[in-house]
């Protein structure tokens, strides 16, 4: 049962005018709220909102990098495998970069190994923010295989 009340003193008192009208339900709780923190919920919503959007774009950016790293890791492998076989840094960039398009192949013989070092720039997922970009880089030695 919904029920209406006026605020201000009892029948037959005198009242200097009407007050504001309060409707209540069933079990007495007032639904609508007059007072001087009437707008902070929303003002808290408008201000959460944003920030709650914010940190899951930063936790899907962070997967996202995750993501990359371990394709650049298998990138950097897959051209070592095509210089450990002997094949030319051109074939090995090649090779790099059908795993992750983009990655920067280096890769230097020292002796009788070869150090392959692989890099990625990963930007920001925001264009606004494209200071923020993520530089990723993989190395591992391998040797020749044998007889080359």
Known sequence: ?????TAGPGPGAHSPGPGPIRVTGSGG??????????????????LVI????????????????????AQLEDATRSGARELARGRTVVEARGAAEEVLVG????????GDT???TGRYHL????????GLGVNLSSSLVVRPEPGL
């Open 123 to 130: 930007g920001a997922p925001v264009p606004a923010l494209r």
């Open 29 to 46: 709780h007032s639904r609508g709220r007059v007072g001087p923190d009437s707008g902070m919920v929303l003002l808290e919503f408008a």
């Open 103 to 110: 990655a920067r192949l280096e890769a230097t013989r020292n």
């Open 1 to 5: 049962m919904i029920r209406s009340s």
């Open 114 to 116: 070869i150090a392959v």
């Open 50 to 69: 944003p920030l709650l959007f914010l940190v899951c774009m930063f936790g899907a950016w962070m997967l996202r990098t995750g993501q990359v790293q």
